[in-house]
Nanobody
Framework: QVQLVESGGGLVQPGGSLRLSCAASGSTLSAYIMTWYRQAPGKQRELVASITSGGGTHYADSVKGRFTISNGNAKNTMYLQMNMLKPEDTAVYYC??????????WGQGTQVTVSS
C-alpha cells in the first residue's frame, strides 16, 4: 500500500503562482505514472498533468505553458509548479499514482483558489 501526502494549496490572486507537492511513502515505487487531477464544483474531474517514472510528461491544453510537473530532487515526490494562475484554475487538486497492473492510489486533495 502507498500513502500519498499533498501540500501547497491556498489562495492566490490571478497571475500568481503556487507549487503543489505529492510525496509517496509506504512502498518503494519503481515503474509508475503520477498524475495531478482537479475538480471544480459542478464539474467533472479532469486530468491536469502526468509524469512517468522515466520522466515523460503530459499536460492538458488548458495549462500548457503555465504549469510544470516534475519529480524534483526526490524520486518518490511529484511537484506541480503553477504560474500565471487564472480564476478558472480554482478547484480541488488530487494526486494520483498508478502502478501496473491494477494499483491506484489517491491523495486527500488540496484546495486551490484563484481570486482577486
Amino acid at each position: 500500500q502507498v500513502q500519498l501526502v499533498e501540500s501547497g494549496g491556498g489562495l492566490v490572486q490571478p497571475g500568481g503562482s503556487l507549487r503543489l507537492s505529492c510525496a509517496a511513502s509506504g512502498s518503494t515505487l519503481s515503474a509508475y505514472i503520477m498524475t495531478w487531477y482537479r475538480q471544480a464544483p459542478g464539474k467533472q474531474r479532469e486530468l491536469v498533468a502526468s509524469i512517468t517514472s522515466g520522466g515523460g510528461t503530459h499536460y492538458a491544453d488548458s495549462v500548457k505553458g503555465r504549469f510544470t510537473i516534475s519529480n524534483g530532487n526526490a524520486k518518490n515526490t511529484m511537484y506541480l509548479q503553477m504560474n500565471m494562475l487564472k480564476p478558472e484554475d480554482t478547484a480541488v487538486y488530487y494526486c494520483h499514482v498508478y502502478v501496473a497492473p491494477t494499483s491506484h492510489y489517491w491523495g486527500q486533495g488540496t484546495q486551490v483558489t484563484v481570486s482577486s
